[in-house]
Every structure is written in C-alpha cells, then in structure tokens.
C-alpha cells in the first residue's frame, strides 16, 4: 500500500446505492458460468435477437463508413423520423428534428434530463426542487434523480389500484416545490398502464397546478415499453397506449423518453431518445445537446441506421413478440396464482410480474433462513432453489419488501419450471 487507501472517493458517489436489477442478474450470471443451474428471471430484456433488417443496415452503415462523429442531438435523418412518428404515431403536438436528442440508451436519457431540471441547493436552508415519483417504480429513477439533486417523494400505489397514481393523491401531492412527475405507462416493475380517462384526470391536475402553486413543474414520460401492449382495459376492450405529451394544456411541459431496446430487442445498442414540444421542449434539447456535447459527444451513426430500419422495416417482427409476450403472460401468472399465498395484478404491457408475497414473511427455509423480507425472500429462493428474482425494496421504500419483481421474457419451458420452482419453495416454507 503507498498511501492510497486515504484516497476518497466524491460523497455523491459513495452515496450512491448499486442498481438491485444489475446486481441480481450479474449474480445469476456468475452462478451459471459456474456450473449452477439457474433459472434467471432477474433480468429486463428481450430473449429475442434484433431483427435482421436492423443488423443488416448497422453492416451496411459501417461498410459505407458511417464511423465518424455525427451532429451531437443525432444525425438529420433520424430526428425526423422521431419528430415523425412521435407526431403521427403518439399524437404530441409541435414535434421538430429540433425537440428530439439521440443518446446512449434510455437510462441515459433519464440521467440528461434529471441534470437539466434539478438544481443542488446553494443557500443553506433553501428546500430542494421535487420529484414525485408514484411507485412501485423502476430501480434507477430515484438515485439518478437524487444525484442531480431533486427530493424524490414517492406516492405508494396498491395492487388493488393497479400499482396506478390517481389524480387525487397527484393533486394531494403537489407543492410549490413541485418540480417534476415522473410517470412510466407500461410500467416496470408492474406491467400496467394508465388509461386515456386516467392519463387526462392526471394531466388536468398538472394543468391546473402549473397554473397555481407550481409554475416550474413538468412531466418526465418513460414510454420504453410502448410497444409491448397486450392486455385489456377495464372495458375489456384492447388496451391503447396513450402519450400523456399528447394532451394540449400540458403537451409543452412534457418530456417523452422512449427507445428502440425492448421493443426491438435492442438493448445492447445502447439507444434512447428524448423529445420536447413547442417553445419549452425546443429550449430544453437545445440545453441536453449542451450537456451531451460535454459528456459522451454523440451516439454512433451506423447505430442509428439499424434504429431507423426497426422503427420503419420491422413490424412483423414486433408483433411476433408483441404475441410472444402476450401468450407467456397469461401462461406465467395463470401458474403464479395457483402457488399459494401470492397476489398479483394483471400485465397489460411491458413483461414483469410483481407479485406481493407478503403471506410468507416471518416463516423459515428448510436450511434456516428466516424470510422477514423481499430480499431475504430472493435471497433464499437463489441459494436453496437456484432461481433468481429482484427483491422489491428498491422499487419502493415503502412496500417493496412484500413484493419481487419476475421477468417473463423467456421461453415457456422456462416459465413453467420456475413456477414450479417457485411453488416448491414456498411449500417448503415454515
């Protein structure tokens, strides 16, 4: 040692949890490398292949030498194709190639937007800008949006609601210090999505309060699984996945994030983008490309032709996993339901299932483990049974210790040995 175990690291890294999804499915991971047969459904990814169109256009870009620095929001082309379809296809108003910013991937998206909405505190005493994030919500939210400096108030949603905000509790919620709603329709962790009726109650809300006690506050809208819908609404029509950025009275206070990775089964390109509309959103790019251009320049240009070719060639094969994971969905929580003791909601998009398995705290494995915990619970069910889940606490500190995450983006096989795993593990339970 030469002195640098002294060596510290910023307080804002230190503080800053590892992600539970990565660590879970790096774990599993190992353990198969290992020789271990596990069962993973830790982890939120396609089981699918890109379409081959997309990786022909990619070979074909980089046989023509699209391998240099493109324009730092993303190359022209694909800006119109974005301002294209988020106009024609999700309905938002005053959509331009000058409101759209490409980036490296969704979470990336989310990580430029926090840092261009909160500020840190300067004066002691001055109270932070907020974020209200209705949860169960996706594991990264709160800490990217605590390390740009927001306060994050979580809003508890019940199974019983459908893990859904309404818009009593958002209007309950907001105050001057209102900064931003953070809203992720299909949901991860839970697979359901608000409806048109609810979208508009919640951005009547917005609307109003952006009129009174909250100027500042905008929409941060992640609509990553878009095209993963399946299910029925409470009609029992088709389910519609509706862009709450459509809505007039607040379509200019809105930021769509969406990408090309779970629809497209394109996760390891690394490829997201974000959109703005009207005088706002334009304004509000024009500052990401700033923060872009100082951190990873721009995304690849060869990247972005196969992102263009799945957005505009690949329908077939988007709706041949659309199928996919509509028909492992009624097949995984058909099983789920017939273990004892788990309650869950019905997917309508997306691909998890977050059953609450509260019925089992404070019983014992059959190697001694006490379950007091969604993480003890996981824990166990990895160690004796070899299967891998996410544990819930961090997708809410104050019920995701009766819920784990499972995903079913994997094959039928798969899905019923890990029910039946699953089954044998809470049998054994005491």
């Given amino acids: ?43 939120g990814e396609p089981d699918f292949n890109t379409p081959q169109p997309a990786k022909a256009a990619a070979i074909a870009a980089i046989n023509a030498n699209a391998t240099k620095y493109i324009d730092t929001a993303g190359d022209v082309p694909t800006r ?40 840190v505190p300067t004066v002691p005493g001055q109270p ?19 390390l740009a400096g927001a306060k994050v108030i979580e809003l508890p949603t019940t199974p019983e609601a459908d893990f859904k905000l309404t818009a009593a509790q958002l209007k309950a919620a907001i105050t001057p210090r209102t900064r931003a709603v953070m809203l992720n329709s299909p949901s991860n962790p839970c697979s359901t999505m608000y409806s048109r009726q609810e979208l508009a109650a919640i951005a009547a809300v917005i609307a109003e309060a952006a009129r009174t006690i909250a100027p500042q506050i905008v929409v941060i809208s992640d609509e990553l699984y878009q095209n993963i819908v399946f299910g029925t609404d409470a009609s029992g029509r088709p389910a519609e996945h509706v862009s709450i950025g459509s809505f007039p009275d607040i379509a200019e206070r809105t930021i769509t994030i969406n990408g090309p990775g779970k629809s497209f089964a394109m996760t390891g390109w690394r490829l997201g983008w974000l959109s703005g ?75 998890y299932v977050f059953p609450d398995i509260s019925a089992h705290l404070g019983k014992s494995t059959p190697k001694g483990a006490v379950i007091a915990s969604a993480a003890d619970f996981a824990a166990a069910l990895l160690d004796e049974h070899h299967m891998a889940v996410v544990p819930g606490e961090d997708f809410s500190q104050a019920t995701g210790h009766k819920h784990i995450r499972m995903s079913f983006a994997c094959d039928e096989a798969q899905l019923r040995a890990g029910a039946e795993r699953l089954g044998r593990f809470v049998a054994s339970l005491k």
């Fill in 277 to 351: 509309s009207g005088e706002f959103g334009k304004r509000f790019i024009a500052g990401l490309t700033k923060l872009q251009g100082q951190s990873i320049t721009c995304v690849s240009g060869f990247s972005l032709a196969a992102m263009r070719s799945a957005l505009t060639e690949c329908d077939a094969e988007l709706e041949m996993m659309r199928k996919a994971f509509a028909s492992r969905a009624s097949l995984f929580t058909g099983l789920l339901r017939q273990i004892p003791g788990l309650k869950l909601a019905n997917p309508v998009g997306a691909f």
């Fill in 1 to 43: 040692m030469s002195g640098t175990a002294a060596i510290s690291l910023s307080a804002r890294v230190d503080s800053l949890k590892a992600s539970s999804t990565v660590a879970v499915m790096n774990k599993a991971k190992a353990l198969k490398a290992a020789g271990v047969d596990v069962l993973n459904f830790s982890a």
């Fill in 80 to 119: 119109e194709l974005l301002a294209k379809l988020l106009t024609e296809r999700n309905k938002i108003p005053n959509v331009t190639k000058d409101h759209v910013l490409v980036t490296a991937g969704v979470k990336m998206a989310l990580y430029l937007a926090y840092q261009a909405l909160f500020d």
């Fill in 128 to 146: 932070q800008q907020e974020m209200l994030l209705p949860v169960p919500a996706w594991v990264s939210f709160n800490p990217m949006a605590v």
